[in-house]
């Protein structure tokens, strides 16, 4: 038994003689990688610039702990709780009932088909690296829920953006009626994407006024009518 002890701890030993040399090497090998770039500019007196410039690119766990933090950020700033309970809700409104909505919605339907199926599906059918315009619709209609809240964090943060709409701004605050409220904020949107938010990514053919009225009342209309199927949003 004892000799067999010896003989397994000199075979671990031998793994280690091999082992220990190589995992040694390796680990100065790749040390020396990363410390090449700090080694050079030590010599310049900037100390923490190459420290700082190694940091991120040496500590694994770093990037392991930011990249799903970073990935989340967007999300969550963005969050809408499509799951609340008062999303089911339809708000009140006169406008569905306004021929002249319904007319106007019909004509966009007819516009939608053409200029937005390049990255939204239509009727089923269009793009799909966005989301479909029915579902972008009912998000956008639970985000003016809390536009409020946006148009004032806007004020503070891009003065320039705000000041540039104020007065769209104010006849939205000003609209009790959350589909027209919502009407004003497409008229901005489809005009300009980026008109209260720096980050929009869409980017839109140029439409002419009227077909901003169309396609403001289809949105509405496939808003409205996404809810009423309890149509998913995207996050
Ligand atoms: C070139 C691609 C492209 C085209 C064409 C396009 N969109 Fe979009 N759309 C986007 C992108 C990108 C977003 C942002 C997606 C997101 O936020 O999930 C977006 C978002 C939206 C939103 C949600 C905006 C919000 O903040 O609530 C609406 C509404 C919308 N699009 C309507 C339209 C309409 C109407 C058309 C046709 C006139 C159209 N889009 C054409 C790319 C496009």
Redesign the pocket.
Known sequence: MGHLRTREWHFQMRQWVILLPLALLIALISCGKDQTPATEPKTSATDPVPIDGTLPADVGTDRSTSDPARNKEPASSDAVEPGSADSDRIPESSLLSDADFQRRAKLGHL??KR??V???KVDGRGGIL??P?IQ??V??LE?MKTISEHLAQLQTDDPDRYQARADLFNSIEAEPDELRKMSIW?HG??EQPTFDNAQ??????V?KPEEIDQ?ASY?IQLAVDGVKQGVST?E
């Open positions: 516009v939608a200029r937005c390049l990255c939204h966005q989301p315009l972008v619709s998000r956008r985000r497409l949107y489809l929009a990514k869409m980017p839109l053919p439409l396609l949105v995207p």
